[in-house]
């Protein structure tokens, strides 16, 4: 699974992405190319539970980055930013909101709003045009032969263009499995989940009129938004130790860092949560599916575990705190033992038995 970041030139796009990937990205000639990477998923109870246990390894759970050409007239007439795009799961689109007389803007001036929108009408126009050129082919093809696989495709496909007409991005059709089969293999960029990241000047990292402004918009469209200072966040990252970095963050009044709220908003884009598995030789967070089952959980583990599933010891992260230790756990009885029809909520300590 894939976070896409995009954007407008001279948006922030490169720098948040070497903040989220702690990579230096140089420059280099030759056409624009997606650049990958991965990012740490940033999360206090993993650093509380490593602060706990003291193991001798920690291993946080990671998402793949994908840092894509920025959006330019050429690029887009020319539809090579639209197969780069489709290749990603989830759009992260990091919108300028700073004023900087240093550096251009393609529009000559800052409107998040006006950007916002511009870059929004060119995901449904790309995929109304899709839309028209598939059903154009599927009523000559039906005009020779009827299908009915063909048929009910030109109805859902016609329903999806009225959408698009009226301004609606994909992601807001609900679709039934049949369905969801018939489009599978299309490339509708306004089905993906988006994130407004709005860059915002050093003084502004706590200013909500901005988030509070496109409040409505992101309900109507299905979008999440956040603020992020970029140049603050890579300033926070070349300190040399945490200490160091949570002084900086409490004196800004930053109670939780931006890019914590950006891994929160990728993993809910992606329909993933986070489990636990604990001890003194590791401490490691792990990812699956919102709604997973604890065989499915342990899976993604190790394949083992999952085919050898006997049950689950599940410990809450809120109770362990709380009470301090396994031990105070135990004596409260608050370890649970959960089988196959067990749903593995966020922030679940999971000690799996099995036999293989």
Not at 33 to 56: E, H, S
Not at 59 to 71: N, S
């Amino acid at each position: 699974m894939k976070v896409g970041i995009m954007g407008l030139p001279q948006a922030g796009k490169k720098t948040l992405f070497q903040v989220l990937t702690g990579s230096a990205l140089h420059d280099v000639t030759g056409p624009p190319k997606p650049i990958p990477g991965t990012a740490d998923i940033v999360d206090k109870r993993f650093d509380r539970l490593v602060a706990l246990y003291q193991p001798k390894k920690e291993t946080r759970a990671r998402i793949d980055l994908v840092l894509l050409p920025k959006m330019e007239q050429e690029s887009i007439a020319k539809g090579d930013i639209f197969r780069d795009i489709n290749d990603v799961d989830v759009l992260c689109h990091v919108v300028r909101a700073f004023e900087d007389a240093s550096i251009y803007h393609a529009a000559g001036s800052v409107d998040p709003l006006r950007d916002v929108e511009m870059v929004n009408a060119e995901l449904l126009l790309h995929d109304q045009i899709f839309l028209e050129k598939r059903i154009e082919r599927l009523e000559t093809s039906l005009k020779k032969i009827k299908d009915e696989r063909q048929a009910k495709e030109l109805e859902l496909l016609k329903r999806m263009l009225a959408h698009l007409e009226n301004e609606q991005p994909l992601r807001l059709m609900e679709l039934t499995e049949e369905q969801e089969l018939l489009i599978r293999s299309y490339p509708f960029i306004t089905r993906k989940e988006l994130i407004l990241v709005f860059n915002v000047a050093e003084d502004h990292h706590n200013d909500t009129a901005l988030i509070e402004s496109v409040s409505e918009l992101c309900v109507a469209g299905k979008m999440e938004a956040m603020t992020v200072s970029a140049k603050v966040e890579a300033e926070i990252a070349l300190l040399d130790s945490e200490a160091e970095r949570q002084e900086f963050l409490q004196d800004l009044g930053i109670s939780v860092p931006a890019l914590e709220v950006l891994t929160r908003l990728c993993l809910k884009a992606l329909g993933r949560i986070s489990f636990f598995t604990v001890g003194k030789d590791e401490v490691r967070q792990w990812l699956v599916r919102l709604n997973a089952s604890a065989p499915v959980a342990a899976g993604a583990i190790h394949t083992d575990l999952q085919k050898g599933f006997i049950r689950a010891e599940v410990i809450k992260y809120d109770e362990l705190i709380a009470l301090g230790s396994e031990a105070e756990l135990k004596k409260a009885g608050k370890l649970y033992v959960q089988g196959k029809d067990y749903t593995v909520v966020d922030g679940d300590i999971l000690n799996i038995r099995f036999n293989v």
